[in-house]
């Protein structure tokens, strides 16, 4: 009997104290994850030879120019693409575009209105909308989130071809100065 | 399962073409309010997402924004400009090698002068180059940079936003006017307008464009009223929201006769 009494007894205990968490059906748990800010800036060169693509260039190398004697005039046998895409969750944001002029070493003479400069909302490989084409001397441009997403930002540098060109372009011709003409582009991103 | 998560994060983050260069911070925009006297700190994570090591390079410039007042700006040397605040920020390393996916932080230092007035503005560039020419060679050799740039933003605890759409006219059926930053700090406005008409019915409604300016700027701003109003009289409620609970409302009572021309009749605030 006493046996009988100490079993209940304990089962009782045992019950008491695991009745709360039974008879609780349902319990909340609280999930939590942090976004971090992020703004992302990536570019990339690629060089293009008639349809083929030389992606990952360091710079843009039109190299040593060809004389064209049917037409006068120096020309390239390659245009650049550059890539820049920018992901961010902070705000909303612009990119510009900033040039030094393209200056032979002497100082003397540019190319700044010998280059063309295309910029285009890049919406895939092949499907783009171009957003502005300008000489290199006129392509200090910014472009705010709005005018590129969805997409990136691909922007085609080309020597003057005589035909097509930008507005104040020019052909290269004998009077300019032969040597090295050296620039440098840069590309800012910022908050807008 | 957690295969399949893997691989699409994966797939998420291959970009569509091959970047030959990548640059990531944290902390695109720095916004205090302050009081003089005061040393602020803090520091900016400056990332590697790619598998290439770069070299970074961090200097501070002075910025203004510039038309067509949409956010584009334009920068200057530090310390240069009239509302420049480079020369309270130190901030280290300035250089930093990243190697691939590695990260930083560089910290920086804010001491507000014990007097200060409105607001002042500077920008910390982190900037790295794709490569560099290294050799002479005839032809046109351009060099890319990169840079993102963190915005600072200090101004005083008490200082005051004042705007005003002043030269209001009428332009080939559109109502134009300038939109001035009358206070010592940036503003930025975010606007929009409804037009009434006598029985307080709304005809017509939109949005004016985002403005972005610094003290004394002004900016073009334009409203076009639907083709559709009928003849009348109505008026145009414009609301700017110039951030932190300022507002600066203007009302513009016009006539539209039957030609279709419109006459602004009167201003109000």
């Known amino acids: 009997m006493r046996g009988w009494?100490?079993?209940?007894?304990?089962?009782?205990?045992?019950?008491?104290?695991?009745?709360?968490?039974?008879?609780?059906?349902?319990?909340?748990?609280?999930?939590?994850?942090?976004?971090?800010?992020?703004e992302d800036l990536s570019v990339s060169i690629s060089r293009i030879e008639g349809s083929n693509w030389y992606p990952n260039q360091t710079s843009i190398d039109f190299g040593t120019l060809s004389y064209?004697?049917?037409?006068?005039?120096?020309?390239?046998?390659?245009?650049?693409?550059v890539d820049v895409g920018v992901s961010g969750n902070v705000s909303n944001w612009i990119i510009t575009h900033s040039v030094s002029s393209i200056k032979n070493a002497a100082g003397t003479d540019s190319l700044d209105n010998n280059i063309n400069v295309s910029f285009n909302?890049?919406?895939?490989?092949?499907?783009?909308?171009?957003?502005?084409?300008?000489?290199?001397?006129?392509?200090?441009?910014?472009?705010?989130?709005?005018?590129?997403?969805?997409?990136?930002?691909?922007?085609?540098?080309?020597?003057?071809t005589g035909s097509g060109d930008a507005s104040g372009v020019e052909s290269i011709t004998t009077a300019k100065p032969a040597g090295t003409y050296t620039g440098t582009i840069t590309l800012t991103l910022t908050p807008q | 399962m957690k295969r399949g998560i893997i691989i699409c994060g994966i797939l998420l983050f291959i970009p569509l073409f091959s970047f030959s260069f990548n640059l990531r911070i944290d902390t695109p925009k720095i916004k205090l309010k302050v009081k003089g006297g005061e040393t602020?700190?803090?520091?900016?994570?400056?990332?590697?997402?790619?598998?290439?090591?770069?070299?970074?390079?961090?200097?501070?410039?002075?910025?203004?924004?510039?038309?067509?007042?949409d956010g584009a700006?334009?920068?200057?040397?530090?310390?240069?400009?009239?509302?420049?605040?480079?020369?309270?920020?130190?901030?280290?390393?300035?250089?930093?090698?990243?190697?691939?996916?590695?990260?930083?932080?560089v910290n920086y230092s804010i001491k507000i002068p014990s007097e200060i007035e409105?607001?002042?503005?500077?920008?910390?560039?982190?900037?790295?180059?794709?490569?560099?020419?290294?050799?002479e060679r005839e032809g046109a050799n351009i060099v890319i940079l990169g840079?993102?740039?963190?915005?600072f933003f200090l101004e005083a605890k008490d200082s005051i936003k004042r705007a005003d759409l002043e030269n209001l006219k009428v332009e080939e059926g559109t109502i134009k006017g300038d939109f001035?930053?009358?206070?010592?700090?940036?503003?930025?406005?975010?606007?929009?307008?409804?037009?009434?008409?006598?029985?307080?019915?709304?005809?017509?409604?939109?949005?004016?464009?985002?403005?972005?300016?610094?003290?004394?700027?002004?900016?073009?701003?334009?409203?076009?009223?639907?083709?559709?109003?009928?003849?009348?009289?109505?008026?145009?409620?414009?609301?700017?929201?110039?951030?932190?609970?300022?507002v600066l409302v203007k009302e513009i009572d016009f006539l539209k006769d039957s030609l279709g021309d419109i006459r602004i009749l009167q201003v109000r605030d």
């Open chain 2, 73 to 105: 700006k334009q920068f200057f040397a530090p310390g240069t400009t009239e509302f420049s605040c480079s020369s309270w920020i130190n901030f280290s390393p300035q250089e930093i090698v990243l190697p691939p996916f590695g990260k930083r932080r």
């Open chain 1, 68 to 81: 064209d004697i049917t037409n006068n005039i120096f020309r390239a046998n390659c245009y650049y693409a």
């Open chain 1, 5 to 38: 009494l100490k079993t209940i007894g304990s089962l009782v205990i045992i019950l008491g104290l695991a009745l709360p968490g039974l008879t609780q059906s349902s319990k909340s748990i609280t999930i939590s994850a942090t976004i971090s800010p992020v």
């Open chain 2, 40 to 69: 602020i700190t803090g520091s900016i994570k400056v990332e590697n997402p790619s598998s290439e090591k770069i070299e970074v390079k961090i200097y501070l410039e002075d910025f203004l924004y510039t038309s067509p007042y």
């Open chain 2, 147 to 151: 840079r993102i740039g963190t915005l």
């Open chain 1, 121 to 160: 909302q890049q919406l895939d490989d092949t499907t783009a909308n171009e957003i502005g084409y300008y000489s290199y001397a006129q392509s200090n441009r910014s472009f705010n989130k709005s005018q590129i997403s969805p997409g990136w930002l691909r922007i085609y540098y080309g020597i003057a």
């Open chain 2, 118 to 135: 409105g607001g002042r503005y500077a920008v910390l560039f982190f900037e790295t180059s794709l490569g560099e020419i290294k050799e």
């Open chain 2, 180 to 246: 001035v930053n009358r206070s010592n700090v940036v503003i930025v406005s975010r606007g929009n307008f409804y037009i009434m008409d006598e029985r307080g019915m709304v005809l017509d409604r939109g949005k004016i464009q985002d403005i972005y300016t610094f003290p004394n700027d002004k900016v073009p701003i334009s409203i076009k009223p639907s083709k559709d109003l009928p003849s009348g009289r109505y008026t145009l409620i414009s609301t700017f929201d110039l951030e932190e609970g300022d």
